[in-house]
């Protein structure tokens, strides 16, 4: 890989207090021409999946050889394992807690490796502290990897195994595909993972969700206010939406609910 010299992070920090912030400072201090990115600091407290899933689906639109942290880790300070994982001419630097299952699932002939501590001592890391490995290791490490002075080889230990991903995966049968909502986003949209290949056969795709059939349509603008539809967003997934509202509300549901498309209405 021929490092680009971005870096993205996404985190659950949210955005009250320094940490993103005194992250992007540890980078800079090592590689001061990086070009950082925040994807997103507002994934929910200790849901791994989210973050998982928008980092699998936002890193394509990135430069090849851009390095992507992504942290949520409630095991911070404990054993769980760090990997670093180079795919698709990106690298990618997650706890080992299922959050990066979706992208290795998904991605062609992944490089998986585990982060080995005794290998660092050349960076000259700091002591880490029990609750900001994301300032004391990951933000240093994805600096040097950006700026292409050493590679995941050189820290790491090629593993075969890892802790898989939290949801399953969409499953298919004759006319229907069901999936679980994964996030909802600012407009209340309930955006799940059956990606739209799923259902591109299906003569006239109807979601089942929450005792609802609902139509799905080309774009919020077909639906008249306060209807729900079902669509393809534009990371290539179903979600479903309240025109002019908040479907997250008028449903009441949450991450995890199921979700099934079915190839015509029922009766």
């Known amino acids: 890989m021929t490092p680009s010299g971005v870096i993205t992070i996404t985190t659950d920090f949210g955005h009250k207090g320094p940490f993103a912030g005194v992250m992007k400072g ?27 899933f928008w ?84 933000a240093p490490v994805a600096a040097e990897i950006a700026a292409g002075r050493i590679s995941v080889g050189d820290i790491g230990q090629p593993i075969s195994e890892w802790t898989p991903g939290w949801l399953d995966e969409p499953e298919s049968a004759a006319g229907k595909v069901t999936g679980v909502i994964v996030t909802i986003d600012a407009f209340g949209n309930l955006i799940s993972n059956i990606d739209a290949r799923l259902i591109e056969h299906f003569s006239e795709p109807v979601a089942e969700f929450a005792g609802h059939q609902i139509a799905v349509l080309q774009t919020y603008g077909r639906a008249r206010p306060g209807d729900l539809l079902a669509l ?33 209405y029922t009766t």
Not at 26 to 44: C, E, G, N, Q, T
Not at 234 to 261: C, N, T
Request: include cysteine; charged fraction near 20%; aromatic fraction near 6%.
């Open 26 to 52: 540890v980078i800079l201090s090592r590689f001061p021409d990086a070009r950082i990115v925040d994807l997103a600091h507002d994934i929910p407290a200790q849901w791994p999946p989210e973050a998982g």
């Open 55 to 138: 980092v699998s689906r936002s890193y394509s639109w990135f430069p090849a050889g851009t390095v992507h942290i992504a942290i949520v880790d409630p095991g911070v300070g404990t054993e769980r394992e760090i990997l670093l994982v180079e795919a698709d001419g990106h690298v990618f630097i997650a706890p080992d807690n299922g959050l990066l299952g979706q992208l290795l699932d998904t991605c062609e002939s992944p490089r998986v490796f585990r982060l080995l501590p005794k290998k660092t001592r050349a960076l000259q890391l700091r002591t880490p502290s029990a609750t900001f490995h994301g300032r004391d290791i990951f």
């Open 232 to 264: 393809v967003n534009s990371f290539g997934v179903i979600e479903i939406a309240k025109a002019e509202g908040s479907a997250a509300e008028g449903l009441g549901s949450a991450r995890g609910a199921p979700l099934l498309m079915r190839d015509g």
